[in-house]
């Protein structure tokens, strides 16, 4: 079992950055596949950003390439979410998952363990 918390979420304008982070227990945390995705009123889950579990492969939804950056700290068990020039349209709670399969995957159905999520507003 894996509990997930992040935290990091808030108010901010058009344009600025927040650092979102998500706790994980457990001592496997370093096997996993790490995964944002967010979710907008009335609109599905969607992918953002994935990252393996050494660290050495990333992906991005091309939404927030450039602006994105995931990582990971597996001495600490957590994993980052560095979102930069945000835009309102990135308004969403953001919500990491872990994925037991050492595969990064871009669907949400694939991730076994979810956070509650955190909210992410950004005003125009």
């Known amino acids: 079992q894996v509990q997930l918390v992040e935290s990091g979420g808030g108010l901010v304008q058009a344009g600025g950055s927040l650092r979102l982070s998500c706790a994980a227990s457990?001592?496997?945390?370093?096997?996993?596949?790490m995964g944002w995705f967010r979710q907008a009123p009335g609109k599905e889950r969607e992918f953002v950003a994935a990252i393996s579990a050494s660290g050495g492969t990333i992906f991005y939804a091309d939404s927030v390439k450039g602006r994105f950056t995931i990582s990971r700290d597996n001495a600490k068990n957590t994993v980052y979410l560095q979102v930069n020039s945000l835009k309102p349209e990135d308004t969403a709670v953001y919500y990491c998952?872990?994925?037991?399969?050492?595969?990064?995957?871009?669907?949400?159905?694939?991730?076994?363990?979810w956070g509650q999520g955190t909210q992410v507003t950004v005003s125009s």
């Open positions: 457990g001592r496997t945390f370093s096997g996993y596949v």
């Open positions: 998952a872990a994925r037991t399969v050492n595969r990064v995957s871009f669907s949400p159905s694939e991730y076994a363990y």
